[in-house]
């Protein structure tokens, strides 16, 4: 793998909650439009080590460069900037905004972004109609379905465009054809933006849409030889 490529990467990260060492010594390179599973039993540091690669929390020790740049040398206004424009995130419960339509939800990141009303309302109309998603655009969160409101918050971390992806548990909450399909749906857009993707899952299945997975185990990371 050669240096240029990689995008994004966690090199000998540690971090400890009080006596817990989440992560022990986790390396991780993710190249431009990538697709990585994290996989690992429970408590293994996997959500840990996305937060760590997120700028969302800050290692012990080690470094996190994005694009070759150190995060922790990022203000935290940096960081947060860089989360709005460049990644975007998808957690277990979707966790859309209940009082938004899901129009709303997907145009949100633009509006935190500065972007006026309607041009955000437009381009999160055309991203809904790309993923076939128009019929839910009107209704709130509540009136959707959980695979349906796992899409829309596909869609909402696709809509401005990031170099990355996160997905924590993505499928976690949803039957395996609804999983299916938000793996299917969140892959398929992401490989045609060339949009790398971090994702975090314990079912082998959901793994399987991965280029590479990494295990993570104890805090620690290793590679599996095998790669798709
Ligand atoms: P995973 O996502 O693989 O289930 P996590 O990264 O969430 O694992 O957690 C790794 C370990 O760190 C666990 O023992 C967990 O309880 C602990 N941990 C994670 N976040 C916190 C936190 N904010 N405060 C205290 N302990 C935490
Ligand atoms: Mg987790």
Redesign the pocket.
């Known amino acids: 793998m050669s240096a240029e490529a990689v995008l994004l990467e966690a090199a000998e990260v540690r971090k400890a909650?009080?006596p817990?060492e989440?992560l022990d010594c986790a390396n991780l390179r993710v190249r431009a439009g990538e697709i990585v599973a994290l996989m690992?039993?429970?408590?293994?540091?996997?959500?840990?080590?996305l937060h760590c690669l997120a700028g969302i929390v800050r290692p012990d020790a080690g470094t996190v460069r994005y694009q070759g740049a150190d995060l922790a040398a990022l203000s935290d206004r940096g960081r947060s900037a860089l989360r709005r424009t460049d990644f975007g995130f998808v957690f277990q419960f979707g966790q859309l905004v209940p009082e938004l339509t899901c129009l709303e939800n997907v145009a949100l990141p633009m509006r935190l972004n500065g972007e006026r009303s309607r041009p955000a309302a437009e381009r999160a109309r055309e991203m809904l109609a790309e993923l076939d998603l128009t019929d839910v655009a009107a209704k709130r969160p509540g009136e959707v379905s959980g695979g349906q409101g796992q899409r829309v918050a596909v869609a909402r971390a696709l809509v401005t465009r990031p170099r990355v992806v996160f997905a924590d548990e993505p499928t976690g909450a949803l039957d395996s054809l609804s999983g299916e399909q938000v793996m299917q749906l969140l892959t398929a857009a992401a490989r045609e933006r060339n949009t790398a993707v971090v994702l975090?899952t314990h079912e082998a299945r959901v793994a399987a849409y991965s280029d590479r997975e990494v295990v993570?185990r104890d805090g620690r990371t290793r590679e599996l030889e095998a790669t798709r």
């Open positions: 909650y009080g817990t989440a690992g039993p429970s408590g293994a540091g996997k959500s840990t080590l975090v993570v």
